[in-house]
């Protein structure tokens, strides 16, 4: 029996002891009061507190909190009454101000939030508000950051969720902004009108500048064609007139190359000749030369058959009717 009983002491000691064993997980703190007191805050490993005597009044994480508050009716200065919610990220950095500093800090972060906003929207008209995030995010930061800081909360950022307007506003911000769009549609396609019509313009004077020069090109090289041509004919008459004078020309030759050009003249289509007095003269003495030789005379043609005569049926005594003949 007294065995037994020594052998519950010994394990209600055992089981005493390992009650008084903490063992704090990585980035969490606990804190301990001694008889009600805080005694020590207990960070990441193994602790032992005295039994009875102390006890662990709060479990703290040091990890990065999010704060998701509900949408605030707020006001604007211009007297628009909108709904915004807001999410507030935040991380404990003073265990034991956490907690004694206030109590449920969590509620009164929420609603430290909430007024806070009201005053920053309370002074910025309804543009302001819905074009400013970034400025009223940077200031509930900072007001929010400055009123924790005794509470052992340090603000990281906050950010603006939504922000809803009334549904006339909405409808109304949407017209204008359909009114915008109209707006720069018509100016995108001015601008198109205009871009191409410029274009145009372009190319129309570009195409008649390449047609003039083409044109000029085209001009040059056909007279460049006939200043050829009349070179060369030039040039062939004169080598044939040098041959002329190579060969010892005679007054003969002249002779005989005026009586060809005369026959050229005469083949043309004009009705009168004017004849100079010296190509007469050489005609005359052709057909002397002609006449002597003998040369260009043509064979006499056989004269042309007498057509009989023919009777007349009133005047002439010897004329018969077919039927007398016969």
């Known amino acids: ?3 037994f009983f020594i052998f519950l002491v010994v394990a209600a000691v055992v089981i005493l002891i390992l009650s008084c064993i903490r063992i704090v997980p990585q980035a969490t703190e606990f804190v301990v009061e001694f008889l009600g007191k805080y005694k020590a805050t207990w960070g990441a490993g193994i602790h032992f507190k005295i039994p009875i005597l102390e006890r662990v009044s709060n479990r703290i994480t040091l990890k990065e909190q999010v704060l998701d508050s509900p949408p605030q009716p707020v006001i604007t200065k211009d007297n628009v009454t909108m709904q915004i919610d807001t999410v507030v990220f935040f991380r404990i950095f003073d265990s034991k101000m956490y907690s004694y500093g206030v109590v449920n800090p969590v509620n009164a972060l929420s609603n430290l939030t909430a007024t806070t906003l009201r005053n920053i929207i309370g002074e910025m008209d309804l543009d302001s508000t819905l074009t400013s995030r970034d400025t009223i995010n940077g200031k509930l930061t900072g007001i929010l950051d400055d009123a924790t800081d005794q509470w052992g909360i340090k603000i990281t950022r906050v950010e603006l969720k939504n922000i809803i307007p009334p549904a006339a506003i909405q409808a109304a911000m949407e017209k204008q902004m359909k ?3 109209d707006r720069r549609e018509t100016l ?3 601008e ?4 191409a019509s410029i274009t ?3 190319g129309d004077k570009r195409a008649m500048i390449l047609a003039a020069e083409g044109e000029r090109d085209a001009r040059i090289a056909r007279a460049e064609g006939e200043a050829r041509a009349i070179y060369l004919a030039k040039k062939a008459e004169a080598d044939g007139l040098r041959a002329l004078m190579e060969a010892g020309i005679n007054d003969v030759v002249l002779e005989l190359k005026k009586y060809e050009a005369l026959t050229n003249v005469a083949n043309g289509r004009a009705a009168k000749l004017i004849i100079p007095s010296d190509v007469v003269d050489t005609v005359k003495k052709n057909v002397i030369f002609s006449e ?3 040369l ?3 064979t006499e043609s056989e004269p042309a ?3 009989e005569a023919k009777l007349d049926a009133c005047c002439d005594e010897n004329y018969k009717e077919p039927w007398e003949q016969a």
């Open 192 to 195: 198109g009108h205009k871009e």
């Open 200 to 202: 145009r313009a372009e």
């Open 1 to 3: 029996m007294d065995g």
């Open 188 to 190: 995108l396609q001015a």
């Open 179 to 181: 009114a915008e769009r």
């Open 296 to 298: 260009g005379h043509q």
């Open 292 to 294: 002597t030789s003998g």
């Open 305 to 307: 058959p007498e057509e």
